[in-house]
């Protein structure tokens, strides 16, 4: 058995999964993550390294999510999470017109990279609790989202404050990881 074997066979097992969180900074990251647990969220700081946080929420699966700093002096250091990544939770704040070209551009290069090949992406349109930010279709149509074929990918609102649209859109995810990695495993 190769080792490739053992350690998917492991992952099956332990029905474990891993997701990466990423996106500019201030985009609302970590307060999804905090929100998604429960969490205060009404202290956050901005992610100067990495946080790594279990969902243990939707069972049978236990998700281990990579929240990475998203400032541009982080964004070369991205590449060291890559490995073994189910998928990518890209998180585009809905309010941020000025930087939605720089967003766009960070997450063509994110998708050509070829550890991330397989990885189902999610785009969160976070921040869809503040009145006049773009809907999904804008941000799709800024992000050029309707050329991506390499990855699996889907473009939802959602609000790190209220929490609408968090659990659907982490629910889609693993049930598409499910269908990659477990069904046909
Ligand atoms: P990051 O981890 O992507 O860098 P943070 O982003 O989670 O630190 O959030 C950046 C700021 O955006 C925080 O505000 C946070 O409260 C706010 N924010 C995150 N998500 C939402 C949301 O859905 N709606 C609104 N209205 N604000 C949000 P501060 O003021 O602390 O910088």
């Given at each position: 058995?190769?080792?490739?074997?053992?350690?998917?066979?492991?992952?099956?097992?332990?029905?474990?999964?891993?997701?990466?969180?990423?996106?500019?900074?201030?985009?609302?990251?970590?307060?999804?993550?905090?929100?998604?647990?429960?969490?205060?969220?009404?202290?956050?700081?901005?992610?100067?390294?990495?946080?790594?946080?279990?969902?243990?929420?939707?069972?049978?699966?236990?998700?281990?999510?990579?929240?990475?700093?998203?400032?541009?002096?982080?964004?070369?250091?991205?590449?060291?999470?890559?490995?073994?990544?189910d998928?990518?939770?890209?998180?585009?704040?809905?309010?941020?017109?000025?930087?939605?070209?720089?967003?766009?551009?960070?997450?063509?290069?994110?998708?050509?990279?070829?550890?991330l090949s397989g990885a189902t992406?999610?785009?969160?349109?976070?921040?869809?609790?503040?009145?006049?930010?773009?809907?999904?279709?804008?941000?799709?149509?800024?992000?050029?989202?309707?050329?991506?074929?390499?990855h699996?990918?889907?473009?939802?609102?959602?609000?790190?404050?209220?929490?609408?649209?968090?659990?659907?859109?982490?629910?889609?995810?693993?049930?598409?990881?499910?269908?990659r990695?477990?069904?046909?495993?």
């Amino acid at each position: 058995m190769g080792l490739h074997t053992i350690i998917k066979k492991q992952r099956q097992k332990e029905k474990e999964m891993r997701f990466l969180m990423l996106g500019l900074d201030n985009a609302g990251k970590t307060t999804i993550i905090k929100k998604l647990l429960n969490e205060d969220i009404s202290q956050i700081s901005p992610t100067l390294g990495f946080n790594i946080k279990t969902l243990t929420s939707f069972e049978p699966y236990k998700l281990n999510i990579w929240d990475v700093g998203g400032q541009r002096t982080l964004r070369s250091y991205w590449r060291n999470y890559f490995e073994r990544t189910d998928a990518v939770i890209w998180v585009v704040d809905a309010t941020d017109r000025a930087r939605m070209s720089d967003c766009r551009d960070e997450l063509r290069g994110l998708l050509q990279e070829e550890r991330l090949s397989g990885a189902t992406l999610l785009v969160f349109a976070n921040k869809a609790d503040v009145e006049g930010c773009l809907s999904p279709g804008e941000i799709k149509d800024a992000l050029g989202l309707e050329d991506v074929r390499t990855h699996t990918w889907k473009i939802l609102r959602c609000s790190a404050v209220t929490g609408e649209g968090l659990e659907g859109g982490v629910r889609w995810v693993v049930e598409e990881v499910a269908k990659r990695i477990y069904m046909f495993g």
